[in-house]
C-alpha cells in the first residue's frame, strides 16, 4: 500500500462546475497536508495547507480533511480552464513530504 | 523574484558523466529539500538539510548521489556515473520555521541522460 494516494485520473469536468480531488494517507500520526498544483513541465505550486479536521477555505479552492477516515479532499469551485493541471496531494512525515502520483483535472471550456 | 532557485534548468549528458546542480533557497529559510519526480509520479524525497546538516537521505538513494550544503545557503546535488535511469527532475524545495516549514520548490532541473 502506498503512503499516499490518489486516483490518477484524469478527471474532466466542465468549465464553471466544482471539482473534487481526493487523497488518502496510511500514516494516522500524520498531522500536516498539503495540496500542490503543477502544470506541464513546471514545478509544484503550494494551493494549501490544512492541518485541522474539517474545512479551510482560500478563494475558489477549499480543502477538507478527515483524520478518522485518513482523507484529505480539494474541491475547487468555478473551474476555470487554467485549473487544468495535475494537482498532488502531500503529507509531511518527519520533515519530509510524501507525495500522492497526482491527479490531472481537464476543465473544459 | 525571491523565489527559490535552481541552476542550470535542463542538462543532457552522456552515460556515465558526472552532473551537478545547483539550488539557491529563499533567503533566510533554514531548511533545503531535494525530490526527484520521473514522468506520471509524485516528487520522490532525496534528502534534506537543515542549516549545513544533512539531516536525512533516502534509503533509495544510491551512494552515487551526494548532497552539500557548505555554510548553510546553497546546496549542490551531485550525480556520478550517470545511468539513464537517472533521467528525471530534480526538484529543490526550502522551509522555514516561521512559514510552518511550508515547502516553496524552485523551478527544477530536467535530467536527460543518453
Known amino acids: 500500500q502506498k503512503e499516499v494516494e490518489q486516483n490518477s485520473g484524469p478527471l474532466s469536468v466542465p468549465e464553471g462546475a466544482i471539482a473534487s480531488l481526493n487523497c488518502t494517507y496510511s500514516?494516522?500520526?500524520?498531522?500536516?497536508f498539503f495540496w500542490y498544483r503543477q502544470y506541464s513541465g513546471k514545478s509544484p505550486e503550494l494551493i494549501m495547507s490544512i492541518y485541522s479536521n474539517g474545512d479551510k477555505e482560500d478563494g475558489r479552492f477549499t480543502a477538507q480533511l478527515n483524520k478518522a477516515s485518513q482523507y484529505v479532499s480539494l474541491l475547487i469551485r468555478d473551474s476555470q480552464p487554467s485549473d487544468s493541471a495535475t494537482y498532488l496531494c502531500?503529507?509531511?512525515?518527519?520533515?519530509?513530504?510524501?507525495f500522492g502520483q497526482g491527479t490531472t483535472l481537464q476543465v473544459k471550456p | 523574484d525571491t523565489g527559490v532557485s535552481q541552476d542550470p534548468r535542463h542538462k543532457i549528458t552522456k552515460r556515465g558523466q558526472n552532473v551537478t546542480f545547483r539550488c539557491d533557497p529563499i533567503?533566510?529559510?533554514?531548511?533545503l529539500y531535494w525530490y526527484r519526480q520521473t514522468l506520471g509520479q509524485g516528487p520522490e524525497f532525496l534528502t534534506y538539510?537543515?542549516?549545513?546538516?544533512?539531516?536525512?537521505k533516502s534509503r533509495l538513494l544510491s551512494d552515487r548521489f551526494s548532497a552539500e550544503r557548505p555554510k548553510g545557503s546553497f546546496s549542490t546535488l551531485e550525480i556520478q556515473r550517470t545511468e539513464q535511469g537517472d533521467s528525471a527532475m530534480y526538484l529543490c524545495?526550502?522551509?522555514?520555521?516561521?512559514?510552518?516549514?511550508?515547502?516553496?520548490f524552485g523551478p527544477g532541473t530536467r535530467l536527460l541522460v543518453l
Open positions: 502531500a503529507v509531511k512525515k518527519e520533515g519530509k513530504l510524501i
Open positions: 538539510f537543515q542549516n549545513e546538516a544533512q539531516l536525512e
Open positions: 500514516d494516522r500520526v500524520s498531522q500536516s
Open positions: 533567503s533566510e529559510h533554514n531548511r
Open positions: 524545495a526550502s522551509s522555514s520555521p516561521v512559514g510552518g516549514e511550508t515547502q516553496y
